[in-house]
């Protein structure tokens, strides 16, 4: 079985150890097989990927020779496979991939996986997304993003990520590692200061760890940036931690079973 990895630069892995696939166009192939997850996709779509306005004259040809090449390439690393990975079909060509062979796959269904854990599952959610968080090994496809169709997936894969992060922050500060997740929430909040959730979970693990006045100032510094940016005000959720925190609201840093995000009174 052959494991696909696009969460950082593209690489196939072996039972021998990872394989190259070498060449722009061939790994813009790939990718764009890859990120559509075992559906068709159309000639013209992959031209657009590999080529955008610049595609030779002979296109189809062109095409079915980098297609003819991927085919040898896979066979060659999985040679006990009785059939092709790479099919035609009658609106496209499909790459074949299994269940657990394509890490943003396997990355994507932990997160939503997540999602729906019950607030009690605080340790094993935090260990869940820890251990898939660990899957990137970069920027998605390296930054080697390719056409379209890869730039979206890549963006989906990004915000899972962010999401995935967002859960396990809050997941942590349930059982009641403040200080622990300090230094990391700070560095995602830092990269991504106008998502407001980060800077939620920053001001309750900095009151969770004593520094009510640091939280205090991250939300003024928060308020002052999304007014110079974006001309808005924090949202009702992210005014109701302050005033949590102004008020010294034991569900901050109360029963790991209560949910970190204060409800509306």
Do not use: K
Not at 92 to 119: K, N
Request: with cysteine.
């Amino acid at each position: 079985m052959l494991r696909f990895s696009v969460l950082g630069a593209l690489q196939i892995r072996t039972a021998a150890g990872p394989a190259e696939i070498s060449g722009d166009l061939q790994r813009t192939l790939v990718q764009t097989l890859l990120v559509s997850e075992g559906q068709p996709v159309s000639g013209e779509s992959l031209a657009e990927a590999m080529w955008g306005e610049a595609a030779p004259d002979n296109q189809a040809n062109a095409l079915q020779a980098h297609i003819s090449r991927l085919r040898r390439r896979l066979r060659d690393l999985e040679p006990d496979r009785p059939a092709s990975r790479v099919t035609i079909h009658p609106s496209g060509y499909r790459l074949g991939v299994g269940e657990g062979e394509l890490d943003a796959a396997e990355f994507i269904r932990t997160v939503r996986q997540a999602e729906s854990a019950a607030p009690g599952d605080a340790a094993r959610t935090a260990r869940l997304l820890g251990d898939a968080l660990a899957m990137w090994r970069g920027p998605v496809f390296g930054g080697f993003a390719g056409g379209t169709l890869c730039q979206l997936a890549g963006a989906r894969y990004e915000e899972y990520r962010m999401r995935a992060m967002e859960l396990r922050f809050d997941a942590e500060l349930r059982l009641g590692r403040h200080a622990a997740v300090l230094a990391e929430l700070t560095e995602a909040h830092t990269n991504h200061p106008l998502r407001e959730r980060f800077c939620e979970l920053l001001m309750i693990a900095l009151y969770g760890a004593g520094r009510q006045a640091d939280a205090l100032d991250v939300f003024r510094r928060m308020r002052r940036h999304l007014d110079e940016e974006l001309g808005i005000q924090p949202s009702p959720a992210l005014r109701q931690v302050e005033h949590a925190i102004l008020s010294h609201d034991p569900a901050l840093t109360g029963d790991t079973r209560m949910p970190v995000r204060l409800q509306p009174a």
